[in-house]
Each structure stands twice: as structure tokens, then as C-alpha cells.
């Protein structure tokens, strides 16, 4: 086990003099109007600090006055501005002061809170309306056709005024249960 450990200190020793032979290099590469003297300073102001290492205090508060001095103060972090915290906008419109002054209608929250709901309802009563429509209208032509298939025919629904004519008659395939949906074809008198 001693013989590891020297053969470890010695490689360490044997490398800490290779990089200070390479550090002395490449100050002098760099700096070649210095003194020797200024480099031999350099050098033992690096022994120094190798044989006084400093300590930094990131995580831990030290007692010792001694080492609070080398206490390391906390990074100082960019302050971030958050664009969607930001104030929202003025709004353009300026409303009469009186009109908050008006007492409101005692449920006014409750319609509030239920706008949203009644205007998804809303949308979806109008897409059942036009389905619907549709579905009648088509039952509607599909009778017109079915009483139309020997020749032409007049007929007045509501204000709408039309002529269809079939020139060849097909089975249509129409169900009991959407027929309740089309009025009564009456043909228009002359």
C-alpha cells in the first residue's frame, strides 16, 4: 500500500512541476519584455497559493471570523420580467362614471357567470336548427319527387314557388319515422 501511494504522490508531485514548466512557457510566450524577475515572482506566488489553498464558502456559514472572509457572496440573478404578468393594456373605451353608481339587478352575477355557458347552448341550438331544416327540406324534395316521377308539377310551399321535373322515376328510400317531418303536398290550382 506504501509503495502505491508514493508511486500516486509522485505522478501528482511529477505532474504540478509539468504544468508549471507549461504555465512559465506560455507566459513567456506572451510576455516576452517581462523580467525573469517578475516570472520568478509569479512562480512562488503559485507554490504559495498551492500551499495555502483558499476556501470558498458557498453553502456553509463559518463561525470562524477568520473564514468568513473567504465567504463567496450569493450570484446576483438578472431580474426577469415576466410578459404575461405585465399590466394588460388600458382599455380604449371610457366608460360614464354614473353608470356605476346605478344599483344592479340583484342576480347580475349570476347572469355573469352563466353567459358562457348560454352562448356555447346557443350555438349548439343554431347547428341543431339547420340539421333539422335540412333533414325537412330533403324529405320535403324526396316527396316532391315521389309524386312528381310521371311528369311536371306545381307547387306553393310557404312563399316559395317551384317546378320539378323527373325524367325517370327511382324507388326512394325514405323512413316512416322522417316522413312526420314533411307537410302535405297539395298540387297548386290553376
Known sequence: MATEE??????????RERLKALKA???LLNAPDEDSSQAAENQTDDTNEENNPSMKFRNYVPHDKQLQEG?????VLPKFEDPVAA?????????????????K?????????????????ERRTQKAIFKLMGKQIKLFLLHILADTYVGHIWHRYGDMSFQVQ?????????????????????????
Open 105 to 121: 339587478k340583484p342576480n347580475w352575477d349570476l347572469r355573469r357567470d352563466v353567459q358562457k355557458k348560454l352562448d356555447k347552448l
Open 25 to 27: 512557457a506560455q507566459e
Open 6 to 15: 508514493e508511486s500516486i504522490e509522485q505522478a501528482a508531485a511529477s505532474r
Open 87 to 103: 399590466e394588460p393594456p388600458a382599455s380604449e373605451e371610457k366608460e360614464d362614471p354614473f353608470v356605476n353608481i346605478a344599483p
Open 166 to 190: 323527373v325524367k325517370s322515376y327511382k324507388k326512394l328510400n325514405t323512413s316512416v319515422s322522417d316522413a312526420y317531418l314533411c307537410p302535405p303536398l297539395t298540387p297548386k290550382s290553376k
Open 71 to 75: 465567504k463567496v457572496a450569493p450570484p
